[in-house]
């Protein structure tokens, strides 16, 4: 079970945001999830040239029963901005970021970078971290490598789809050690 979070910081520009865990059996938060995720992946398909990213083509229920836990940046009001999920395979000390969503009308006001931070310090504390994004997408990798991620690789599971594989080495406490 992932311990719960809730915590409110400003962005850059100054709007309020809270962090909390999401529950995709509401439907509302499960749709503006599947909504973010689909214009978040349009940019990005955009930016490596390639349509065909598996979540562009997931339906919500598809992405409901992906065994994922999932935590948000929550503007005032209540709407959803962002999302990271992952999941943490079952007997091993490795967490697996499967996604990380920026609505583009958030873009760089540092909500994945909180995300991501919040999820490392806070629900997933130790093991080793490992995240992929496509290879051309440059505010992606920047993002990762920001936050202590070393490029371990790059893969071409489909013809035409270059993904970069970064993992962030932690000790038990949670701390970056070298690679």
Not at 57 to 70: F, K, V, Y
Not at 96 to 102: A, G, H, K
Not at 114 to 125: G, M, V, Y
Request: proline share 5%.
């Amino acid at each position: 079970m992932t311990p719960s979070v809730s915590k409110e910081f400003s962005s850059r520009g100054g709007v309020a945001f809270d962090v909390c865990e999401l529950q995709l059996a509401d439907d509302v938060a499960a749709a503006s999830v599947h909504r973010i995720g689909r214009r978040a992946y349009a940019v990005e398909a955009e930016l490596i040239g390639f349509d065909g990213i598996p979540a562009l083509q997931e339906s919500m229920d598809e992405m409901r029963g992906q065994p994922l836990h999932w935590l948000g940046a929550i503007a005032d009001g209540g709407r959803i901005a962002a999302f990271v999920a992952w999941q943490i395979p079952a007997g091993e000390d490795i967490v697996d970021i499967d996604r990380v969503c920026v609505d583009p009308e958030w873009f760089r006001c540092g909500l994945a970078t909180r995300l991501i931070r919040c999820l490392l310090a806070d629900l997933a504390p130790s093991g080793d971290v490992h995240v992929s994004t496509g290879a051309d997408n440059s505010p992606a990798v920047a993002l990762y490598e920001s936050l202590g991620f070393s490029r371990i690789g790059t893969i071409e599971p489909v013809p035409g789809l270059r993904l970069a594989q970064f993992r962030l080495r932690r000790n038990q406490i949670g701390r970056v050690r070298a690679s």
